[in-house]
């Protein structure tokens, strides 16, 4: 073990969920995330990675038309704590009947466990987003429902609706993504259906809830899928939208009734059913 480590404190304006995607694709070390950013460690100099986001942010800046603000501050430490340090920053999360806990936390007694190891996943339910849908499946989801998660991720989603009693397909465009969920699922002892690599068009028959935790333009450009994937009275959780994004979606989901809208920070997510009233 090196005597030092290197830690970077990222904080961004806005768009916190597209930064966690770059940083998915491009970091080989697990983070974590913050209210406002991310915290990365390495025993390697970080530079790269600062020089990497600020380029991601001027980029994201012109394509959006917006002024995306960025700020990256990296310390040199003592190596010697470097995991309790790390442990103590990971708390376990009650999100409504599911207690969602780093590996090396004991579960809960009452609740439904998650097991989730921070190291391989970027979902770990501190999110609004992911917190959000949690909420919806502990209340929508039911024993023997189907349920589709696009866009995995962790799993944690997928996770929390197989204990839950549902029989459960995944699928992401990104393979990390996809061994990620596997990996959880396993630390967890549970099972996909099916879970593969691709978008939620592959998909087989038709399902109970489907739920999606992406990004907004994502969810527009895939409405058809989504809907198709669905039972005539299934219900669609729609999570990873700014609040100011919301109407640009639902435009798209006209057809749709609006059961419920759970609102976190600045993030909304829509829980739909097929067919309006």
Known sequence: MQEHYFELKVS???????FCDFLADTLPIGFEETDDGFIIRSEDNLDTIIWGLEQFAEALSKALGENIEIECEQT????????????DSVQPLTIDKFYIH?????PHKELINIEINPALAFGTGHHPTT?????????????????????????ILAIGAIKIGA????CDTDIASVENS??????????F??????????????????????????LIFIANDLKNAL?????????????KYEAKVLKFYQDFEILEKIDQDEWVTLILKKGKK
């Open 102 to 106: 780093p590996t090396w936390d004991e």
């Open 231 to 243: 039972k005539e009275d299934g219900v669609l959780v729609l999570s990873g939208i700014l609040d």
């Open 193 to 218: 259906e099916n879970l593969w690599e691709g978008s939620c068009s592959e998909s087989k028959g038709s399902y109970d809830v489907v739920v999606a935790n992406i990004v907004a333009d994502v």
């Open 182 to 191: 596997r990996q959880n699922a396993e630390l967890n002892s549970v099972e």
């Open 131 to 155: 917190a959000s849908a949690l909420r919806a499946i502990a209340k929508y989801v039911k024993k023997g429902d189907r349920v589709l998660d696009v866009g995995c991720g962790s799993g």
């Open 76 to 87: 040199k430490l003592n190596n010697s704590d470097w995991v309790q340090l790390y442990q």
């Open 12 to 18: 961004v304006s806005s768009h916190h969920s597209l």
């Open 167 to 170: 029989v459960v397909d995944a």
